[in-house]
C-alpha cells in the first residue's frame, strides 16, 4: 500500500485514507518514511490503526533537529520514531533526534554520498529492492 505519488508527493488525507485502510484490512505493522508538518487528520488515522492493534513506525526525519519540533507522523503519541546511527554508533549527520526517538538503526552506510543507497537505507534491502547505477 503507498500513500504518496511515485515523486513522494501527497496531501495529509491521502496519509490518513491510506492508514485507514490498511488497518481496516488486516495490516499488523505500517511504515511511515516521511515525515512532514504535523497534521490533525494524520493523527485522527494513526489513533484510529493503533485502537485496532496496528503498530505505526515513522521515520524520523533528516533535518538534523530535535523530533519534539513537531515532526509527523514521527513524533505523535502511537508511532514508534525511527532514527538512524552511523557504523560508529553516533547519530547520523542528517538523522533527527530527541526524547521522542524510540529506535534508531543503521543508516548512511556509504559515508553519506549518498551515491549507494542500498547501502544507506536498510529498508531497500529488506524490501528486497535492487540498486543500479540507473536508479532503477
Not at 58 to 82: K, W, Y
Not at 83 to 100: R, Y
Amino acid at each position: 500500500l503507498q500513500a504518496l505519488d511515485l515523486s513522494g508527493s501527497g496531501t495529509a488525507a491521502d496519509i490518513a485514507t491510506a492508514v485507514v485502510y490498511a488497518a481496516e484490512n488486516g495490516a499488523r505493522v505500517l511504515n511511515a518514511s516521511f515525515s512532514g508538518p504535523p497534521s490533525e487528520v494524520v493523527r485522527l488515522a494513526i489513533d484510529y490503526a493503533a485502537a485496532h492493534d496496528v503498530v505505526v513506525l515513522a521515520a524520523a526525519g533528516n533535518d538534523h533537529a530535535p523530533l519534539e519540533r513537531g515532526v509527523s507522523p514521527a513524533g505523535l503519541t502511537n508511532v514508534l520514531a525511527v532514527g538512524s546511527i552511523q557504523q560508529t554508533d553516533e547519530t547520523s549527520p542528517f538523522s533527527n533526534f530527541g526524547g521522542a526517538l524510540d529506535l534508531v538503526a543503521p543508516g548512511g552506510g556509504d559515508g553519506g554520498s549518498g551515491t549507494r543507497p542500498d547501502l544507506s537505507i536498510l529498508s531497500l534491502l529488506a524490501s528486497g529492492s535492487l540498486w543500479s547505477d540507473d536508479c532503477t
